[in-house]
């Protein structure tokens, strides 16, 4: 008796407690038809998916802060293989400070630097004060962090520092 309840729960657990079905014969009436054809059989639109929807301002923002914390970061981790592997990096520095492209490398730098630093500041603002939160408010911040980093960085960049000797 103990042997044949023993070999029957076996045989029960062994067995499947439900049918794998593949997922298209579920929800398909039979024939191999492809789902724009279907949609389009049935008089639903496909939608274009990003092609044409417009991001809002703030969430290009948003981006935009994500990516330039992402650029300042691979900026210092190549900086600082640049140094374990160049023997005279401050001659490297000045060496390309002095050519013709400084402007342009200092706008890459200031750029990201400003941008990722105010959009900090505004998400802080924002997470201590989130009443002051509002579509057209974070659309106006966005424009504004844009324009602020982007004059701040064309002044730095237009900057150039000059030694001591060479200021007397």
């Given amino acids: 008796m103990a042997l044949r309840l023993a070999s029957a ?7 499947p407690a ?23 059989r049935l008089g639903r639109p496909v ?4 092609t044409i929807y417009a991001f809002p301002m703030a969430a290009l923002s948003s981006v ?3 990516i330039t914390g992402c650029l300042l970061t691979a900026g210092c981790t190549g900086i600082a293989v640049a140094s374990l592997v160049h ?8 060496a390309f400070a002095a050519s013709g492209i ?14 990722h630093y105010l959009g900090a500041m505004r998400h802080a603002v924002w ?19 844009f324009g602020v980093a982007s004059v701040g960085a064309v002044g730095i960049s237009s900057m150039s520092l000059k030694k001591k000797e060479e200021q007397k």
């Fill in 64 to 66: 935009t802060v994500r």
């Fill in 47 to 50: 939608s274009p998916a990003l």
């Fill in 87 to 94: 023997p005279d990096l401050p001659g490297l520095v000045s």
């Fill in 18 to 40: 439900f049918r794998a079905t593949p997922l298209g014969a579920r929800f398909s009436s039979g024939s191999p038809e492809a789902y724009t054809d279907r949609m389009k």
């Fill in 102 to 115: 400084a402007p342009l490398a200092k706008f890459s730098v200031s750029f990201p630097l400003l941008y």
């Fill in 127 to 145: 997470d201590s004060m989130p009443e002051t939160v509002h579509n057209a408010s974070a659309e106006q911040t966005s424009w504004a962090l």
């Fill in 9 to 15: 729960s076996r045989a029960t657990l062994l067995r």
